[in-house]
């Protein structure tokens, strides 16, 4: 086995190790008790993101050159993965 596959290994084996018992956990029930004390902040949550969803609305409303915007998504999409794969690529050759 060549360095280059053993490191690719060892990562990818301390990768499995340290994710597997995030997802192995179980997740705990809550009570029917903490149930209905949860219920209360969510009531007032919910009446504060309709507050916000009004003010955001209003303000949408009033954006004129909210139409015409181009976003540059397609450039940092393409540049952040020219160069996640120029890293890829040097750290592949280094090994």
């Given at each position: 086995m060549s360095i280059k596959n053993s490191a690719l290994l060892a990562a990818f084996t301390l990768t499995?190790?340290?994710?597997?018992?995030?997802?192995?956990?179980?997740?705990?029930?809550?009570?029917?008790?903490?149930?209905?004390?949860?219920?209360?902040?969510?009531?007032?949550?919910?009446?504060?993101?309709?507050?916000?969803?009004?003010?955001?609305?209003?303000?949408?409303?009033?954006?004129?050159?909210q139409k015409d915007y181009q976003g540059g998504s397609v450039l940092v999409i393409g540049i952040s993965t020219g160069a996640a794969i120029i890293a890829l690529i040097i750290v592949l050759l280094l090994l």
């Open positions: 499995t190790l340290v994710a597997a018992p995030a997802f192995a956990a179980p997740t705990p029930r809550p009570t029917p008790a903490a149930v209905s004390q949860a219920d209360a902040p969510r009531a007032s949550k919910s009446a504060k993101l309709d507050a916000d969803a009004a003010r955001y609305a209003k303000r949408d409303s009033k954006a004129k050159k």
